[in-house]
Nanobody
C-alpha cells in the first residue's frame, strides 16, 4: 500500500507560481508512473500531467505529458531518491483553481485513465484569484 501526501497548495494571484509536492510512503515509488489530476467545483476530475517511471522499469523512461490547458505553463518532475513528484505551476490563471491530486499507476501508456491509477493522495487546494 503506497500512501501519497500532497502539499504546496494555496491562494495566489493570477500570474503567480506554485510548486506542488507529492510524497510517497514507499521506496517502490520509482516503479510507478505518476500523475496529477485536478477537480474544479462542479466539474469532473481531469488529467493535468504525468511522468513515466524511469528506465529500465519503463520503456517510456521518464517521459512526461500534459493536458493542453497547462502545456507550457506546468512542469511535472520526479525525484526517486526522495520518493517525491512535483508539479511546478507558472503563470497561473483563475481557471486553474481546483483541488489537485497526485496518483500512482503501473501504466504510463494509459495515463489519461483515472481507473488505471491505483493509489491517490487526499488532494491540495489551489485557488487563483483574478
Amino acid at each position: 500500500q503506497v500512501q501519497l501526501v500532497e502539499s504546496g497548495g494555496g491562494l495566489v494571484q493570477a500570474g503567480a507560481s506554485l510548486r506542488l509536492s507529492c510524497a510517497a510512503s514507499e521506496s517502490t515509488f520509482s516503479k510507478y508512473a505518476m500523475g496529477w489530476f485536478r477537480q474544479a467545483p462542479g466539474k469532473e476530475r481531469e488529467f493535468v500531467a504525468a511522468v513515466a517511471a524511469v528506465a529500465p522499469i519503463s520503456w517510456s523512461g521518464g517521459r512526461t505529458d500534459y493536458a493542453d490547458s497547462v502545456k507550457g505553463r506546468f512542469t511535472i518532475s520526479r525525484d526517486n531518491a526522495k520518493n517525491t513528484v512535483y508539479l511546478q505551476m507558472n503563470s497561473l490563471k483563475p481557471e486553474d483553481t481546483a483541488v489537485y491530486y497526485c496518483a500512482a499507476s503501473l501504466s504510463y501508456s494509459r495515463r489519461y485513465y483515472q481507473a488505471e491509477y491505483v493509489y491517490w493522495g487526499q488532494g491540495t487546494q489551489v485557488t487563483v484569484s483574478s
